[in-house]
């Protein structure tokens, strides 16, 4: 099992331009998650997926928009990104979601840089 | 909403010395706890979890934690740190979202 993999691992775009970082998952799981890591802040949640054909805001959504595209894939869009959203950005997924008490399994992250 | 504060950033031991990481939380209820590692460029991985039973909770790679409701603490301990513990290490609470502290990051002097 590969567990949780994304796409891409770096990654540098100027002011405005958009992207989409990938997410999937082999393990059957029905939750998955988008955070943002920066220096002294932790993992911050933008959106999260407790089930397939669901979405839902977390922390910090502003700037971004997700697809929970089958139980597997789970992206993250940036539309016109910003240098405040140069960060290292991990998606994750558990069985089910919060107040389940379920290990989350995190992908590898992705860095990106705005410039 | 529950939050979490890890007082230390840094965090320098030498090899072989015990280790004893802080954290405390605050959460109207019963939280669920975690504490996650996460080594240089990779993601978070779990080292332990509690929630009800027995107050110290035993982890992978001889970690173990003790929840001390009175203190709203669950500390991470190894009575023995090894070079490669040397990681960033998270608490974090689960209520209705899943929240984490900023993290302490380990040193491991040889």
């Known amino acids: 099992n590969a567990g949780v993999t994304q796409t891409p691992k770096f990654q540098v775009l100027k002011t405005g331009q958009s992207m989409t970082l990938q997410c999937a998952q082999d393990?059957?799981?029905?939750?998955m998650y988008w955070y943002r890591q920066d220096p002294g802040m932790g993992l911050r949640l933008i959106y999260y997926?407790?089930?397939?054909?669901?979405?839902d805001k977390g922390e910090v959504p502003n700037g971004y928009n997700v697809s929970r595209l089958n139980k597997r894939e789970f992206s993250l869009r940036l539309e016109s990104a910003a240098p405040s959203q140069t960060s290292v950005y991990f998606c994750?997924?558990?069985?089910?979601?919060?107040?389940?008490?379920?290990?989350?399994?995190f992908g590898p992250g992705t860095r990106l840089t705005v410039l | 909403a529950q939050s979490v504060t890890q007082p230390d950033i840094h965090i320098t031991v030498s090899e072989g010395a015990s280790l004893e990481l802080r954290c405390n939380y605050s959460?109207?209820?019963?939280?669920?706890l975690f504490w996650y590692v996460q080594s240089p460029g990779q993601g978070l991985q779990l080292l332990l979890k509690?929630?009800?039973?027995?107050?110290l909770v035993q982890g992978i790679k001889g970690f173990e934690a003790e929840f001390k409701r009175s203190q709203s603490s669950f500390n991470l301990r190894k009575p023995s740190v090894h070079w490669s513990d040397a990681a960033e290490y998270f608490c974090?609470?689960?209520?209705?979202?899943?929240?984490f502290g900023a993290g302490t990051i380990l040193r491991v002097k040889s």
């Open positions: 994750a997924s558990s069985d089910d979601g919060f107040g389940s008490y379920n290990e989350q399994f």
């Open positions: 974090a609470v689960e209520g209705n979202k899943l929240v």
């Open positions: 393990m059957n799981h029905n939750s």
């Open positions: 509690y929630f009800s039973g027995d107050t």
């Open positions: 997926s407790a089930s397939e054909g669901t979405t």
């Open positions: 959460y109207g209820a019963t939280p669920y």
